[in-house]
Structure formats: C-alpha cells, structure tokens
C-alpha cells in the first residue's frame, strides 16, 4: 500500500513532469544527455523547500554533493529508461521503488546511499555509451 502511494504521489507526479513533459520538449532541441541535466537541474531546484522542512534533507551536510550527483545521474538513467520504453509507466514504478528503499525509516542509513550508488554507476556507464554514440 506504501509504495502505491509512492508510485501515485512521487512517481507519477514527478515523473509525468520530468520525462513525460520536460525532457520529452528537451530531447527536440538538445542531446539526451542535456536534456537529462537540465531536467536535473531543475529537479534539484524542485527539491529545494524540502530542505526547509525535512529533516533528512537538513541532515545531509556535504551529502548534499553526492544527493546532486545521484539526481544527475538518475536524470541520465530515467532518460534512458524513457526513452527506450516510450513510456513513463517504468519510470513511475521505479521512482517509487527508489523513493520507498530511500526514505525509509526501517533501513540501515547505508541502504539510501548504496542504492544511490548504484544509480550513479549505472548513470555513469550509460552516459558513456550515449556519448560515443
């Protein structure tokens, strides 16, 4: 029940404006690799008044460095992902697997930053491969 709520809220709140809209309308006029910093971009500013009120977010210190990094490369990954599925239905489950494993209360603190890890290695390799191509 949790994650359907992280799917309904985050996932396709999210995710129909960042990859359904945005990056969609910035994939016309730049590379995918642009239009998956911009969408990041301003993802991180979306992100900006939690900092305000959630803890987590008040917490991270220079863990901020790695949660920007993580959101670039998770632009780069849910771009790919978009791009090969032509849907935002993939994205919408995975964002609100990640957002579930990520803000839970009943993990280990590593668990948020192995997982983000993760998604910053797979960003990195795809990056990569959009780059030589």
Same mark, same amino acid.
């Given at each position: 029940?949790?994650?359907?709520?992280?799917? &309904?809220?985050?996932? &396709? @709140?999210?995710?129909?404006?960042?990859?359904?809209?945005?990056?969609?309308?910035? &994939?016309?006029?730049?590379?995918?690799? /642009?239009?998956?910093?911009? #969408?990041?971009?301003?993802?991180?500013?979306?992100?900006?008044?939690?900092?305000?009120?959630?803890?987590?977010? !008040?917490?991270?210190?220079?863990?901020?460095?790695?949660?920007?990094?993580? $959101?670039?490369? @998770?632009?780069?990954?849910?771009?790919?992902?978009?791009?090969?599925? @032509?849907?935002?239905?993939?994205?919408?489950?995975?964002?609100? #697997?990640?957002?579930? &494993?990520?803000?839970?209360?009943?993990?280990?603190?590593?668990?948020?930053? $192995?997982?983000?890890?993760?998604?910053?290695? /797979? @960003?990195?390799?795809?990056? !990569?491969?959009?780059?030589?191509?």
């Amino acid at each position: 029940m949790v994650l359907g709520v992280w799917m &309904i809220t985050f996932g &396709i @709140g999210e995710e129909a404006g960042w990859r359904g809209w945005l990056y969609a309308f910035l &994939i016309k006029t730049c590379g995918r690799l /642009q239009a998956a910093a911009w #969408v990041a971009g301003v993802w991180m500013l979306w992100h900006l008044p939690a900092f305000a009120f959630n803890e987590n977010y !008040r917490e991270m210190g220079w863990g901020v460095i790695g949660w920007a990094i993580s $959101l670039l490369y @998770g632009s780069v990954l849910l771009g790919w992902l978009f791009h090969r599925s @032509g849907t935002i239905i993939p994205l919408v489950i995975w964002h609100g #697997v990640f957002d579930l &494993i990520t803000a839970s209360d009943h993990l280990p603190d590593a668990v948020p930053m $192995l997982i983000s890890g993760v998604v910053i290695v /797979q @960003g990195i390799y795809l990056a !990569r491969q959009q780059a030589r191509h």
